[in-house]
């Protein structure tokens, strides 16, 4: 069974940095398009950046130049490194890889941002 295991969330305040790290049970982060989506409370699950295609990456627009979505394919992790963070990036994040049709998920790791 394939498994996401995320870490690295906690409470920072604003302008603070944090970095997050998912690490994959299988050797497939090289294979599947690897990403990091979040949920706030009350709202929709969204993508924040994730690889596309080889190394071609997006990013949300709210997180451009703050966070960076990384990945070291022989420990199987991927990170984001989320700098000058904001009350509004508060939510809890999610690791997602994706090879059609093939969609898994990590439990989550709660990201707390104060003002």
């Known amino acids: 069974q394939v498994q996401l295991v995320e870490s690295g969330g906690g409470l920072v305040q604003s302008g603070g940095s944090l970095r997050l790290a998912c690490v994959a049970s299988k050797s497939f982060v090289g294979r599947y398009a690897m990403g990091w989506y979040r949920q706030a409370p009350e709202k929709q699950r969204e993508l924040v950046a994730r690889f596309i295609s080889g190394n071609t990456i997006t990013y949300a627009d709210s997180v451009r130049g703050r966070f960076t979505i990384s990945r070291d394919n022989a420990k199987n992790t991927v990170y984001l490194q989320m700098n000058s963070l904001k009350p509004e990036d508060t939510a809890v994040y999610y690791c997602?890889?994706?090879?059609?049709?093939?969609?898994?998920w990590g439990q989550g790791t709660q990201v707390t941002v104060t003002s």
């Open positions: 997602n890889a994706y090879r059609h049709p093939d969609d898994y």
